[in-house]
């Protein structure tokens, strides 16, 4: 299971990288719209990286895709394995015709070995991916806490100018049900938080601040509240842990968090409030607060790190703020559904490795000429045309080898009647030395395809008529 888990999930995380650079080339084309529309894409891509694998095994369907891989170096050892113990006859039969040959690479190790080797990868890799997810997850439940603990702690604003403004706010963005407002001297910031019972916290030196500023304020954060960028925050940081090693990802999270802070800027400014105004009041507030830092599930009013860029979309003349209409957002659904799902469905497949010489398919090639029953024979491929012609090749040698020592005993039994017949008594005759015999054995030698053998024929008849001569 291990083993087979690696692949998906690098398929996964290259899914993702995909849908992350198509959402960030659709950001950059829609730089010039509004702040709530580009959110609504990055939703849209939080949502798809999430969904991604999920999706990526309960899809109905596949699309095959096929890619360079690495080969399975414990299967290839596996089909060593195997093939050996088919091809042990066959290189006996070899060696004893002395036609065996060296191995072109060394022994090669166990597949056991290897099989292990490849799952301990896969362990380390899936327990360094658990160890990175666990800290990421454990700092959003630590900033949870946080956040609940504050809110638990803090005053309750309950004075009339401190409601007033909260449900006349309220009122204009269309909240059915009003946040709690609470006051606390452990944050200098306000911001919005709690996922199941939103909580507009504000710090201590909101007593001195302004009407004008208290109604801005409250605005903002309850355009939090109505646009449910808290659960979609939480969204954000929850792919941020499982995708922890993708910068893409992290990136697409800040994107999610800044046009959600813009979008908001301009339900505020939508209400009423001078952009100048406005601005001042978030200058004043980042002053203020200086670098403190709010826990992860918590969305501050305003950050240093990312106020310059708020500050001139607020004073902007000509920036588009209109939020996105029912049909935008039906749209926008539809193109995500239609980039998600074919990216779910992709499913890579390894394209053809090459074969090595003592690979599987080089012990295949060699199946043919295993005595015993019969085998399968190999497809007529390249290479198995090739095992074939290394068969014949070796064949033919054996031939020739064996037709040469035929030969040899041929000439070596010829040459000693010939002896034989030499050292014969003077005065008997052919019939009792058998030089007629003698003769017609040489004759017939002289068609012989060696020249040595020929050669030693024709001296061998020339030694019997100087012999019969004499």
């Not at 939020?323 to 394209?351: K, Q, Y």
């Not at 012609?389 to 040459?415: C, F, Q, W």
Request: glycine residues 6%.
């Amino acid at each position: 299971m291990t083993s087979l888990s690696a692949p998906w999930i690098v398929a996964v995380v290259v899914k993702a990288t995909l849908l992350l650079l198509i959402v960030f080339g659709l950001s950059r084309l829609l730089r010039r719209r509004s702040a709530a529309l580009r959110h609504l894409v990055w939703c849209a891509a939080i949502a798809g990286v999430l969904a991604v694998p999920l999706l990526s095994v309960t899809v109905p369907w596949r699309l095959p895709v096929k890619t360079a891989m690495v080969p399975d170096v414990a299967g290839w050892q596996s089909g060593r394995a195997a093939g050996g113990a088919e091809l042990q006859g066959g290189r006996v039969a070899e060696k004893a015709e002395g036609a065996a040959r060296e191995p072109s690479v060394p022994p090669a190790a166990p597949a056991a070995s290897a099989e292990t080797h490849t799952i301990n990868v896969a362990g380390l890799l899936l327990a360094i991916w658990l160890a990175g997810a666990a800290l990421v997850l454990l700092r959003l439940v630590l900033g949870w806490a946080i956040v609940r603990r504050l809110a638990t702690r803090a005053l309750p604003l309950e004075a009339s100018e401190w409601t007033r403004p909260l449900y006349e706010a309220a009122d204009r963005l269309g909240l059915a049900e009003v946040p709690r407002l609470v006051m606390s001297e452990r944050t200098p910031m306000p911001f919005a938080g709690g996922l199941l019972r939103p909580t507009i916290v504000l710090p201590a030196e909101a007593t001195a601040w302004t009407g004008q500023r208290r109604r801005a304020v409250l605005a903002h954060e309850l355009a939090h509240v109505r646009r449910a960028d808290i659960a979609v925050n939480a969204l954000g940081q929850i792919a941020c842990a499982l995708y922890w090693f993708h910068p893409l990802v992290w990136l697409a999270a800040k994107r999610l968090r800044t046009e959600s802070e813009r979008a908001c800027d301009n339900l505020v400014l939508g209400l009423g409030t001078r952009p100048s105004d406005y601005a001042d009041h978030l200058l004043q507030i980042v002053c203020g607060a200086g670098d403190a830092r709010t826990p992860a599930l918590a969305l501050p009013m305003a950050e240093r790190r990312e106020f310059e860029g708020r500050m001139l979309a607020i004073l902007e003349r000509d920036a588009s703020r209109h939020a996105p209409s029912r049909v935008h957002a039906g749209v926008l659904a539809g193109l995500a559904a239609v980039m998600v799902l074919p990216l779910a469905a992709l499913v890579p497949t390894a394209a053809p490795a090459p074969a090595t010489k003592d690979g599987p398919a080089a012990a295949a090639a060699e199946q043919p000429r295993i005595a015993g029953p019969a085998v399968h024979q190999p497809a007529d491929t390249p290479r198995a045309r090739d095992a074939r012609s290394r068969d014949g090749d070796v064949h033919v040698a054996t031939t020739a080898k064996t037709e040469t020592r035929t030969r040899t005993n041929t000439m070596l039994r010829t040459s000693t009647e010939t002896r034989t017949a030499m050292e014969a008594p003077a005065g008997a005759s052919r019939a009792d030395t058998g030089d007629t015999r003698v003769a017609s054995a040489l004759i017939g030698t002289l068609h012989d395809p060696s020249a040595r053998v020929r050669l030693s024929a024709v001296t061998a008849l020339g030694n019997l008529e100087s012999r019969q001569a004499t």
